[in-house]
C-alpha cells in the first residue's frame, strides 16, 4: 500500500493547519510555500477536504483554511479517506470482495483482513492533536 501524492499533500496541509492558533487561518499560499507543494495542486486538495468536513473555507482577502474540529478529532484515516477513499491492502478486503474467485477457502484472505484491521485502527489512532502548536 502506498499513499498517493495527493494524500501525502492533504496530511502536511491539514498537520499544518491543525498548527494554527485558535482563530487563525492559514492561506493557500503560505501552506503551499510552507509544505512546499503546488499552489494549484494544493487549492484542489483544500477544495476536497473542505467538502469532506475537515476544513472550513473563509472566502475574501484575509481568508484562509482552519479545521472544522479539534486537532484530536481529525485522524490521519479521515484525510486519506477523503482524498482516496476506504483504504484496502488487497482487492479481496476491499467493500464488496464478490468478485474474488478464489474467495472461498482462500488461506492468504485472513491475512490481509488482519492487516487491514490495524492499519485503519492505527490510521484513526493518529490525529492531528501532536501537530497542534508545535510551532
Avoid: W
Avoid at 85 to 108: F, R, W, Y
Avoid at 119 to 129: E, V
Amino acid at each position: 500500500m502506498q499513499l498517493s501524492r495527493k494524500a501525502d499533500y492533504a496530511l502536511r496541509a491539514v498537520a499544518f493547519v491543525a498548527q494554527l492558533k485558535k482563530g487563525d487561518l492559514a492561506s493557500i499560499g503560505k501552506i503551499a510555500k510552507a509544505r512546499h507543494v503546488p499552489r494549484e495542486f494544493l487549492a484542489k486538495i483544500l477544495k476536497e477536504l473542505t467538502r469532506a468536513g475537515i476544513l472550513i473555507s473563509f472566502q475574501g482577502v484575509t481568508g484562509g483554511y482552519r479545521l472544522s474540529r479539534p486537532p484530536r478529532e481529525v485522524s490521519f484515516l479521515d484525510v486519506i479517506e477523503a482524498m482516496e477513499g476506504p483504504v484496502a491492502v488487497n482487492l479481496c478486503v476491499e467493500g464488496s470482495h464478490s468478485d474474488c474467485t478464489q474467495e472461498k477457502g482462500c488461506e492468504i484472505r485472513p491475512f490481509f483482513v488482519k492487516q487491514q484491521e490495524q492499519i485503519i485502527r492505527a490510521l484513526k489512532k493518529q490525529t492531528f492533536h501532536s501537530f497542534a502548536n508545535a510551532r
